[in-house]
């Protein structure tokens, strides 16, 4: 196993002093919003959450057919480990939403389109875990992840959309309804600043631990060989 | 070379089978023998090393080799719900076979199971439905054929008769290679034994260099060496 | 008796495979019945739950009669999917379709078009009794082409994941999980649908649904039969 690399060092330096940044500047340089207060500011994490999540889903999704093209292992590893850190960020992106939510609409959940399908995204990361569980053959195992990887994928956006027209439909009952989170308060220039921070910080955060987790599968093939090699 | 993620269960095989042979692969539990014989059937595609059966690539031109080969496992791999003619419509179609009314009687009768072929799998014993998994497995007239430990469970008339078909198959010029542990009975059948050991084949000869020495001998002495 | 020499095969061959997929399931089912009435009355009695635990007061039946008969369908759904895959692991009979040359793709939509007959079967068989049970009338032709287009995508989906979920440990309980977060677009635009048709609401309002369904229908039977080989491979 080599030793951590240089950028690796430098990245995850660069992550808390980033982190750390960001926290500055929520709580000091952007203003207090009008109507919210200090629940308002909740909000930078949500979105760098949630963006972040995004970015998981798209490694996920692109490395798992990258896998399927190439039979190289290695892009497995990568799609386990983005699959994992999307699956926690989406999800402190859902738990941040909700605490949003609850001064704002009266509600820990609303039906809107985005939360919904943030959830349905879960469950399919989840899914996809359990899957990986029930299998032994490592290249089976990268197979079928790859392939349910996919068929995720592709519905989500299909599940979104469908969400989306059920609510114009019927609106939803509680709340602003889900194209209000963001336009429902205009940003001032100092938390438009305060948000591009925050998206570039938690990207960092994102790259950082997912190069950790790859390097964590890494060990653990290495682990699984050379056991397999000393009991033969 | 196969390997199931680090795990290696065939290493460096170079095994060549001429037509008309009739090659016997023995070897202890674990040896890779089932590992193997799946590879040359198409069902799983070796990690490193190429694969030719019949004259064509695999896994490449897979549907081609798979329409001249004929397997014959443990287990049937037939339907219980579905009677013996069923059965072996069902395979005839699924491989295109020509004629499919004619050669089904045919086959039922090389097995033996003509007056049983309206009954139901399920119903059959151990010993009829290898017979009906064999009739299953020359009903597309394949060149070359695969038999897996085809003796495992059956009792010493179906043995017999297994024999007997194992013979009548083998002797339309037919290739064949079988995996077995009934060193007695392969040792009347075979032209060729290769003994495998730890995936790798360890020893081989032909039927007749065997000479004196008996197959025990022989295989035993492979596995020591 | 000789077989053509060809490396390949006359495409009519691909046809016969399927049809001999389904001709077979079709047949063995009908002997045994162990599938359709196991669906059968598991769809019964889901729905028979529903009664209570839905209080299904005349009033209240026909917004909520769509969502039942879905849930249940989805459900009971399950149910056939995994025995029909199980049915070939078990007995190792997947390997004697895997010898068959054919491509891999026939198997797909040989098992498909028979999870597809048996899902319509069982659903055709519900309707008349629920329809009975609740007095709600359910022969609707826009309705049953809601079942149709949405049992296509379930069955497109549910036979990928099935044969995937059949091959690990945790087997049955897996494959609800693998497919229902996946599902949902079908089960929603099914629903609305559904209640399109009976509430007899105009077109217009349902043929986004029925988009939706036709949309997914479409791109997952595609996806499926082309990534399909990589889930029986060895």
Redesign the interface.
Known sequence: MQPQPKVLTVLIILSIVLFFGALGMVFLYAPLEAVMNYVQKIFYFHISNAWVGMLGFIVAAVTGTVYLVTKDLKWDIVELAAVEISLVFFFIAIVSGSIWAKPSWGTWWTWDARLTTAAILEMIYLACLLLRQGIE???RRARFSAVYTLVGALSVPITFLSIRIWQTIHPAVIGAGSSGALGSFGMTPPMLNTMFFCLITFSVIFVTLLWYRIRLGQLA?QI??L???TL? | MKR?????VLRGLDFEVHPGEFVALLGPNGAGKTTFL?IL?????STLGDVCVAG?RLPA?A???????G?V?H????????TAE?NLR??G???????LGS?MDEVLEMVGLAPRRRD?VRTFSRGMQQRLAIG?AIL??PEVMLFDEPYTGLDQEACDMLDRLLRDVAGRGRTVVMTSHDLARVEELATRFDVLSRGAIVASTRREDLGKSNLLDFYRKALAG | ???SS?????P??FL??I???V??DL???L??RELLSAMLVFALLVILIFNFAIELQPGLRSTVTPGVLWVTFAFAGTLGLNRSMA?EKD???L?????????RSAIYFGKALSNLAFMLIVEITVLPIYSVLYNINLFNVGLLLVILLGSVGYTAVGTLLSSMAVQTRTRDVLLPILLFPVILPVLLAAVKASSGFLGQLPMSEIWPWLNILMAYDVIFTAVAFMVYDYVL??
């Open positions: 053959d490592p290249e093939e699984a060989q056991k397999i090699e033969q | 199931f993620g680090p795990k290696i799946r059937a198409s069902l799983s595609s064509y031109q549907v081609a080799v798979r329409a001249r080969l397997v496992t287990l049937p791999l037939l339907y219980g719900d579905l069923e069902f395979y179609r699924m491989y295109d076979v020509p004629n050669r139901l299953r597309h007239d | 008796m000789q077989i060809t490396a390949h095969r006359p009519s061959a016969k495979a049809g001999a997929i001709w077979k047949a063995a089912e002997r045994s049915v007995r190792g009979c390997d004697g379709l895997l010898l068959a040359p054919v491509d491979e060895e």
